[in-house]
């Protein structure tokens, strides 16, 4: 069903709010949700970071948790996804996002932040804590792309030709099968189908080659700006949350078939990765997979919380 290119027609699980800027010489606004304590405010906030296939709604457990433990939730949907802007001929880069969520963030008053990055949101919030490390006080990667480099594994550059050519076909089907495999290791369940709807819903929009044309353009930007090499660099306190039966190798389909057992998947990149990063903790979670909060949001919010103890 048709849903708008920027989600019009698609509920959030809390109100949405704007960010306005200039970015690249295009006005531009992003969208987010900013949830407060519902229980005695601790005075953290706590800020969460989408991946590709996903939007600040998916989010909606996790938040509503951390606010009755008295957390203050931010959610932003980035420039390129979901209710945020998709400006033509953008050049999407995860410094850029980085450079508009510190400016969101300066908006909304919220301080020093614990930040929390699933999938593509993952190499974004380490490129953040990067950039802005005296603004993070906690680094939390949740089966997080980037912490390898896919191209050097064999995986070949797609030019956005052909990146277009892929998101044509996209579709409810196929983001439910990619999903299937790769995410949710063969087992569907129903709440599943509100999350292949809100994507598919805004490809079948009339205006929906603006959405493909932002998705490929993102493909580039995640296949040549991981983030591998600067993890030794990290100077925030890290931890790895990974769901361990994780499919998803960036791209590995389009490898030569005798080189993509070299494409790692996360969680055998999350093995390594860790090893790289100062002083960081992994965390398994053995019977997930590449959406833990999605999949088993109760399971996700203890294992969170205990990685944002000291």
Known sequence: MPLGVNLERFGYPAPVHWFEAGSQGHPVRMAFLDWPAT???NGTTVVLLHGKNFCA????????????????????????FCKSSKPSGYQYSFHAMAALTAALLDQADAGKVVLIGHSTGGILATRFARLYPERVSKLVLVNPLGLNDTLSEGVPYTDLGKLRAEEAK????????????????GEWRAAYDRWVAMLAGQYASPDGNRVRDAQARLSDMIQTQPVAAELPQLTVPTTLI???????????????EDQRSRVRTVP????????????????????????????APAVFLRTLRAAMTP
């Open 57 to 80: 709604a998916t989010w909606g457990d996790t938040a509503r948790g951390l606010a009755a433990a008295g957390y203050r939730v931010i959610a932003p949907d980035q420039i390129g």
């Open 39 to 41: 229980a005695t405010p």
């Open 170 to 185: 996209t579709n409810a089907a196929s983001i439910k099968a990619y999903q299937l495999r790769n995410y949710y290791h």
């Open 242 to 256: 990974i769901g361990q039966r994780d499919l998803t190798a960036f791209r590995a389909s389009s490898a030569p």
């Open 268 to 295: 055998q990149a999350a093995e390594e990765a860790v090893k790289r990063i100062p002083n960081a903790r992994l965390i398994r979670l053995d019977d997930l997979g590449h959406s833990p909060q999605v999949e």
